[in-house]
């Protein structure tokens, strides 16, 4: 089982692929769909969720996907006709570093895909872009709630604090018009509903090949959750716009 069909596991009953509800990804949202009719798109957008709902809120709204996942391409397609909005949206199937767009985007997305650009403050440099003029970007990405320790750095990533986190973001000439830290409910039901997924998986299929390294991944990702970052991982969304530029 490879690590595709693992995580479209995982993400069967929390289809957002991050530590955030329904009502939080809902305001996210009505904070970066600035018009009705506006233009969206995902830099790695996996299976599509976050342009789904914008379209289904936004019956005017367009949206442009790009991943180079090819079951991400077809979960979405899949996704987007059931949902009656495949019209509307265009699915890339590339790097996200790669994609070129004639037109520019009044929202654009990457949340939890900073990995794509090589960070933060890289994902901030793609999407202004593809930023039309007054256009929001809308990126959500990791930061340490309190110092984490260092099998939890070797596992997830090298971030900062929350505070420095926000002081990068602007430095860079970004201005924050919405945020939203995940609460603690939010991080743990998201865990908890990736690894029982995989977990249950398991347990329904006995005698798949795969059964057996599901259950033990669960078991592994839940370890490690647990026991090497739950008391230190945060999640924060960002809505942002360009910072003008100071005039002499």
């Known amino acids: 089982m490879n690590r595709e069909q693992i995580s479209r596991i995982a993400h069967a009953n929390h289809p957002i692929k991050a530590p955030l509800d329904d009502d939080s990804v809902r305001g996210l949202l009505e904070h970066g769909v600035s018009e009705p009719d506006a233009r969206v798109l995902d830099l790695g957008y996996g299976g599509g969720e976050w342009l789904l709902r914008a379209l289904s809120t936004s019956p005017r709204s367009r949206a442009e996907g790009v991943d180079i996942s090819e079951e991400a391409l077809a979960q979405a397609r899949e996704a987007a006709s ?11 199937h590339q790097a996200a570093a790669d994609f070129v767009s004639p037109h520019p985007f009044d929202l654009v997305l990457s949340v939890g895909a900073t990995h794509a650009f090589g960070g933060l403050l890289p994902t901030l440099a793609a ?4 930023l039309a003029p007054g256009g929001r970007v809308l990126v959500g990405d990791a930061f340490w709630e309190r110092e984490p320790s260092p099998e939890a750095v070797e596992m997830l990533g090298d971030y900062t604090d929350l505070a420095t986190t926000l002081d990068r973001v602007t ?13 603690r409910r939010e991080l743990d039901d998201y865990e908890w509903a990736c690894w029982g997924s995989v977990a249950a998986w398991a347990l329904d299929h006995p005698d ?10 669960a078991a592994t990702r839940r370890s490690e959750w647990l026991r090497s970052y739950r008391d230190s991982f945060g999640f924060l969304c960002l809505v942002l716009r360009q910072t003008p530029t100071a005039r002499a």
């Open 82 to 92: 059931s949902r009656g909005v495949q019209e509307r949206l265009v699915l890339h």
């Open 171 to 183: 430095a860079d000439g970004w201005t924050p018009v919405h945020g939203h830290v995940s609460t």
């Open 208 to 217: 798949d090949p795969d059964s057996s390294q599901a259950l033990s991944t």
């Open 127 to 130: 999407a202004r872009k593809h």
